[in-house]
């Protein structure tokens, strides 16, 4: 039965909007009025500025995240031959082994840490062979793998290190963040994304001068100059409203991301306690920046249920791990082969979760929660 309250969406990008209305509206008007849609002064100045918000010396925009983590394996490996092992991880979105599979690499798939949900370091190191050229860490959730560590161990065997960070914009691992201490990090900034444009939009970052020369080149059908075309590339452009919108939004990301954690510390105390309930883990030396904000519970789908009829959206990231994906079956791995990430399934549930939302909210979310568990916290009792 459906109770009174307001219902909660799972994020609220109106709400953002209104909050720049104005500085948006212009913004894409200039871009109008200009009529540079392509390349020009908005890309160019998100560039820069993105790069320096990374602590990088380059950053190339692109159409969009799965092109950004393509892109970077090409501009630092080169295209591959289907020969070559990309460690990744299956529990993320299908497009980071879709974009190896693109760049002409074998994804191999490995388990996650049931506590942090993100790559499993000793996973890594049991699959790596001497065809593997590079790991793709996924920062999940906008958690970071520690990409030192991982870094210290690839360069014993020559390995690349490529993080998919397409929902981790601002977040660090003992104050380094994604492009800091890999070859390259790729980003989306598809609208719900923690720094979102308005349509598809991606880029890569990285210190590394000759690599952006490559990706720069290779997103605009691999151009030297104008009419000359160094390699083969692709269309995998920026347009300029894109990052007029994205220019506009980044000062503000830091401000969201601490809203997000605020929002974060709020289902902390509230739900930390609750029986039944998983909250997610946080790793010593990590600013996580809760792109999602993911428990674990029994009977997930029936819980699901009830925080719907109660008017609460929530959110499954994600329900099938690619090594049971039926485009990803010619992998040959077992759904029993990557035993946590098969059980992570069953259990995760993604809470709202965006800046704007309310202490009043987020106690509502857990009151709800904790009945759906049949257990009670107090929450909301004021
Ligand atoms: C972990 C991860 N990798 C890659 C992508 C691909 O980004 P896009 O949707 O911009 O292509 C996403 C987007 O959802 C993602 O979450």
Redesign the pocket.
């Known amino acids: 039965m459906r109770k009174s309250g307001e219902s909660v969406p799972l994020s609220d990008l109106k709400a953002q909007y209104r909050a720049l209305q104005a500085e948006l509206d212009e913004a894409v008007r200039e871009v109008v009025e200009s009529c540079r849609f392509i390349g020009g002064p908005a890309v160019e100045g998100f560039a820069r500025e993105y790069a320096a918000y990374c602590g990088v010396q380059h950053a190339i925009p692109c159409a969009?995240?799965?092109?950004?983590?393509r892109l970077a394996l090409v501009g630092v490996l080169g295209p591959g031959d289907g020969s070559g092992e990309v460690i990744t991880v299956s529990h993320?979105?299908a497009?980071?082994a879709e974009?190896i599979v693109a760049a002409g690499y074998r994804p191999v798939l490995v388990d996650v840490d049931p506590h942090t949900f993100l790559m499993d370091l000793r996973a890594v190191e049991a699959a790596r062979t001497s065809n593997t050229v590079a790991v793709v860490p996924?920062h999940?959730y906008g958690h970071m793998v520690d990409v030192e560590q991982l870094r210290d161990w690839a360069d014993r065997y020559r390995i690349a290190v490529i993080e998919?960070a397409?929902?981790a914009h601002g977040a660090r691992m003992n104050g380094m963040g994604p492009g800091q201490r890999s070859h390259a990090a790729a980003f989306?900034?598809?609208p719900g994304k923690n720094l979102g444009a308005w349509g598809?939009?991606?880029a890569v970052v990285t210190d590394d001068g000759p690599t952006a020369r490559r990706i720069s080149q290779l997103v605009d059908h691999g151009r030297g100059d104008k009419y000359s075309h160094a390699r083969i590339g692709c269309n995998a452009r920026m347009d300029a409203l894109q990052a007029a919108v994205l220019r506009v939004k980044l000062p503000h990301l830091d401000r969201w991301n601490s809203a997000r954690r605020q929002v974060a510390r709020w289902y902390e105390e509230l739900l930390g306690e609750v029986g039944g309930c998983v909250t997610p883990a946080l790793m010593p030396g990590a600013q996580h920046v809760y792109h999602q904000y993911v428990i674990q519970v029994e009977h997930r789908d029936e819980v699901q249920q009830a925080l719907n009829a109660q008017g609460i959206a929530t959110g499954i990231h994600y329900p099938i791990p690619v090594h049971e994906q039926p485009a990803f079956a010619y992998l040959g791995i077992r759904p029993d082969d990557l035993p946590i990430t098969h059980g992570l399934c069953r259990h995760i549930l993604s809470l709202p979760v965006f800046p704007e939302l309310t202490q009043a909210q987020v106690e509502r979310v857990s009151t709800a929660l904790s009945e759906a568990l049949g257990v009670t916290t107090g929450a909301g009792a004021r």
């Open positions: 969009n995240g799965t092109e950004a983590v993320t979105f497009a980071t974009a996924v999940l998919d397409a929902q989306s900034f598809f598809d939009a991606g």
